[in-house]
């Protein structure tokens, strides 16, 4: 079965600098790979996508993460955060043999400080 | 507007009392799926489908039924609900003509007392 790991439950940092948010998961022989975020009180959206192609996905609001084969992994990077990215942040996983099943993080809570 | 719909948003119930949280898609997708999300977990997955009148079990799908009788809706049934289900609830859509993303709820909050 597939797993994935947020390798950190929370992340607090200083608005304007840098983020990773970092995933791993399980190996698989082809993967779709997904962040999604969920500010306060509200379901979740997506911000960027795995599919194929160019291992380096840009999403919404300046979000950019690096898929990895070798390593199993998908972190989730911003170069400058604000305020409003303050939100928790899921990373998850489909098979591609398996329509059915994603398996998602345990989740990582940004939190951005002025 | 493309949206899955959840009703009702918050509910507070007791032990044992039967309740139906509904879900309803206006995007003709095949796959929908119920989540419950609880702190440090993650979102778990109960039961999904693939198309109408096919579901299975996800991973935790323990004191929860669903029906998939049209291919708008996908009710999430707990029969006897107790205090351990008291979560936060997530339906989901796919398309399985493509690989993109899951489409979500705004959410239903349970508490049963």
């Known amino acids: 079965a597939q797993s994935v790991t947020q390798l950190d439950s929370q992340v607090p940092v200083f608005e304007e600098a840098p983020v990773e948010l970092r995933c791993n998961y399980s190996?698989?022989?082809?993967?779709?790979l997904f962040w999604y975020v969920q500010y306060p009180n509200q379901g979740l959206q997506l911000l960027l996508k795995?599919?194929?192609?160019?291992?380096l996905v840009k999403g919404i609001n300046g979000f950019e993460a690096e898929f990895n084969k070798s390593q199993t992994s998908f972190h989730l990077r911003k170069p400058s955060v604000h305020i409003s990215d303050t939100a928790e942040y899921f990373c998850?996983?489909?098979?591609?043999?398996?329509?059915?099943?994603?398996?998602f993080g345990d989740g990582t809570t940004l939190t951005v400080k002025p | 507007e493309a949206q899955v719909t959840q009703n009702p948003r918050y509910l507070i119930t007791v032990t044992g009392k039967k309740l139906t949280v509904t879900c309803s898609q206006n995007m003709n997708h095949e796959y929908m799926s119920w989540y419950r999300q609880d702190p440090g977990l993650g979102l778990r997955q109960i039961y999904y489908s693939m198309n109408v009148e096919v579901t299975d079990k996800g991973d935790v799908p323990e004191g929860y039924k669903v029906s998939r009788k049209e291919k708008r809706n996908f009710p999430l049934i707990l029969e006897s609900p107790s205090p351990n289900q008291t979560s936060l609830y997530f339906c989901a859509s796919l398309p399985l003509s493509n690989t993109g993303e899951l489409f979500f709820g705004e959410g239903s909050r349970l508490t049963v007392l």
């Open positions: 795995y599919l194929s192609g160019s291992t």
């Open positions: 998850a996983v489909r098979d591609g043999g398996n329509a059915g099943k994603s398996t």
């Open positions: 190996s698989s022989v082809s993967v779709y």
